[in-house]
């Protein structure tokens, strides 16, 4: 198999895959060879997941019932920290929206980077979940990174990347962001955490058996 053929169906597999949150090992079929030990790990607690899930839908919901289908308008939630990236027709529609998204339960804080511009086009969209892709990928490929520690969210060819992360771990996204094919700028919303809150973080090792 070629490169650029292995390298089409990790994007593939990664888009998929990586599009949910997973939390242990499993087996990926990827040309003909089983791929194990794919670790995706979520630095979050599992309340703050379950209450990103819902912060996500009614921030979603309110937004839809107060300004309807002329925004264009994405919510992302990582730790109860929200993201608001699309288009909208007036700068007081994008206050609207974030004042909006405030005051949904559970957030702590918003990250407005909705643009007063006319909704994106179908094929623009369709771009940039090719993009995504690619930088998830490319953080797979990236042996000194846990890739599923990051969110990624692309409006316009503009990354935004999210995450409990190091400050080593989000400088080295952020240069594999910017050097991925069709990306025009990255935005990183990074929760910065130290070496030692990482290492707690990270799985340990089952103690050895010492029985004979």
């Given at each position: 198999?070629?490169?650029?053929?292995?390298?089409?169906?990790?994007?593939?597999?990664?888009?998929?895959?990586?599009?949910?949150?997973?939390?242990?090992?499993?087996?990926?079929?990827?040309?003909?060879?089983?791929?194990?030990?794919?670790?995706?790990?979520?630095?979050?607690?599992?309340?703050?997941?379950?209450?990103?899930?819902?912060?996500?839908?009614?921030?979603?919901?309110?937004?839809?019932?107060?300004?309807?289908?002329?925004?264009?308008?994405?919510?992302?939630?990582?730790?109860?920290?929200?993201?608001?990236?699309?288009?909208?027709?007036?700068?007081?529609?994008?206050?609207?929206?974030?004042?909006?998204?405030?005051?949904?339960?559970?957030?702590?804080?918003?990250?407005?980077?909705l643009a007063?511009?006319?909704?994106s086009t179908?094929?623009?969209?369709?771009?940039?979940?090719?993009?995504?892709?690619?930088?998830?990928?490319?953080?797979?490929?990236?042996?000194?990174?846990?890739?599923?520690?990051?969110?990624?969210?692309?409006?316009?060819?503009?990354?935004?990347?999210?995450?409990?992360?190091?400050?080593?771990?989000?400088?080295?996204?952020?240069?594999?962001?910017?050097?991925?094919?069709?990306?025009?700028?990255?935005?990183?919303?990074?929760?910065?955490?130290?070496?030692?809150?990482?290492?707690n973080t990270?799985?340990?090792?089952?103690?050895?058996?010492?029985?004979?």
């Amino acid at each position: 198999m070629t490169y650029p053929t292995r390298r089409l169906l990790t994007l593939l597999t990664v888009t998929a895959v990586m599009s949910g949150s997973l939390t242990a090992c499993f087996p990926v079929l990827m040309g003909g060879a089983v791929m194990t030990g794919f670790v995706a790990t979520d630095r979050r607690t599992s309340g703050a997941q379950l209450e990103d899930e819902g912060i996500e839908l009614r921030a979603a919901s309110r937004i839809q019932d107060n300004l309807g289908e002329r925004v264009h308008v994405n919510v992302t939630s990582y730790n109860r920290r929200v993201l608001l990236t699309g288009e909208v027709p007036t700068a007081q529609d994008r206050q609207l929206v974030e004042q909006v998204a405030s005051r949904v339960e559970n957030v702590q804080s918003v990250v407005n980077e909705l643009a007063v511009l006319g909704n994106s086009t179908l094929s623009q969209r369709s771009s940039d979940t090719l993009v995504t892709g690619r930088v998830k990928a490319g953080f797979v490929d990236a042996k000194d990174l846990f890739a599923n520690a990051y969110k990624v969210v692309t409006e316009r060819g503009i990354v935004y990347l999210m995450g409990r992360v190091t400050q080593r771990e989000a400088d080295r996204a952020t240069d594999i962001a910017r050097s991925t094919s069709g990306v025009q700028k990255v935005v990183r919303v990074f929760e910065i955490i130290s070496e030692d809150e990482l290492r707690n973080t990270l799985p340990q090792p089952a103690p050895a058996d010492t029985k004979k």
